[in-house]
């Protein structure tokens, strides 16, 4: 395992612009390059509400950027809470009010990663919210720290994560620009792409961050 000063990639794996979520309304995907520039970030994961940016836009973003990348996943509103999807090929299967083991089916059946997000926080579509132990298996990470966790609940989510074998990870779930890179996840190697990603993140190659915006 690298020691911490190994961990100098810094993504950002929870972010929404207002291209595809109308939540985020101020938030121009125009304007990452230079937040993520300023913020000292190498990467930042584009996590709309239930929408998955098209291949061929992520592309365009990613055009002049240089030591840097930015990727696509989905946040997905299930019925059991909220959960960012990482590596999957596109929404096929993937729809609002699922259930978590269906998501966990799709998702291990590409190799994606599946994160549980905000876990003290649930939203839209979560009709029976899940306790830890009442998690399915196969969950690959929780994000620990971010825009919408309190940091006293920090330690309460670190303690689910050795609960269940999972990733402990961190993402800003920036819906304004400012908000972007308030928390983050350190890899010793920038993922080439989304598989790549995903397959750090199941591994546990990766560590979280927060610091302050």
Same mark, same amino acid.
């Given at each position: 395992?690298?020691?911490?000063? =190994?961990? #100098?990639? #810094?993504?950002?794996?929870?972010?929404?612009?207002?291209?595809?979520?109308?939540?985020?309304?101020?938030?121009?995907?125009?304007?990452?390059?230079?937040?993520?520039?300023?913020?000292?970030?190498?990467?930042?994961? =584009?996590?709309?509400?239930?929408?998955?940016?098209? #291949?061929?836009?992520?592309?365009?973003?990613? +055009?002049?950027l240089k030591g840097r990348r930015i990727y696509r996943?989905?946040?997905?509103?299930? +019925?059991?809470?909220?959960?960012?999807?990482?590596? =999957?090929?596109?929404?096929?299967?993937?729809?609002?009010?699922?259930?978590?083991?269906?998501l966990l089916a799709r998702a291990r059946a590409v190799?994606?990663?599946?994160?549980?997000?905000?876990?003290?926080?649930?939203?839209?579509?979560?009709?029976?919210?899940?306790?830890?132990?009442?998690?399915?298996?196969?969950?690959?990470?929780?994000?620990?720290?971010?825009?919408?966790?309190?940091?006293?609940?920090?330690?309460?989510?670190?303690?689910?994560?050795?609960?269940?074998?999972?990733?402990?990870v961190a993402g800003s779930d920036a819906h304004a620009?400012?908000?972007?890179?308030?928390?983050?996840?350190?890899?010793? #190697?920038?993922?080439?792409?989304?598989?790549?990603?995903?397959?750090?993140?199941?591994?546990?190659?990766?560590?979280?961050?927060?610091?302050?915006?």
């Amino acid at each position: 395992m690298p020691t911490m000063a =190994l961990w #100098r990639y #810094r993504v950002d794996l929870h972010v929404h612009t207002r291209r595809y979520s109308a939540c985020a309304e101020t938030l121009d995907p125009g304007q990452l390059p230079g937040i993520m520039a300023r913020r000292g970030l190498h990467g930042v994961v =584009l996590t709309e509400h239930d929408q998955m940016w098209p #291949r061929e836009e992520i592309e365009a973003l990613n +055009r002049g950027l240089k030591g840097r990348r930015i990727y696509r996943g989905v946040e997905v509103s299930s +019925r059991h809470g909220h959960f960012l999807a990482i590596g =999957l090929d596109d929404l096929a299967g993937i729809h609002k009010g699922m259930a978590i083991e269906e998501l966990l089916a799709r998702a291990r059946a590409v190799g994606a990663a599946v994160v549980w997000a905000h876990p003290l926080n649930n939203y839209d579509h979560t009709s029976h919210p899940l306790p830890p132990d009442g998690m399915p298996p196969g969950l690959h990470a929780i994000e620990t720290a971010g825009g919408r966790t309190r940091s006293d609940g920090a330690g309460r989510l670190l303690v689910y994560a050795r609960r269940l074998g999972c990733t402990p990870v961190a993402g800003s779930d920036a819906h304004a620009i400012d908000q972007v890179g308030c928390a983050f996840t350190r890899f010793a #190697r920038l993922p080439k792409d989304e598989k790549a990603l995903a397959a750090a993140i199941i591994a546990g190659r990766c560590t979280p961050m927060e610091i302050s915006s």
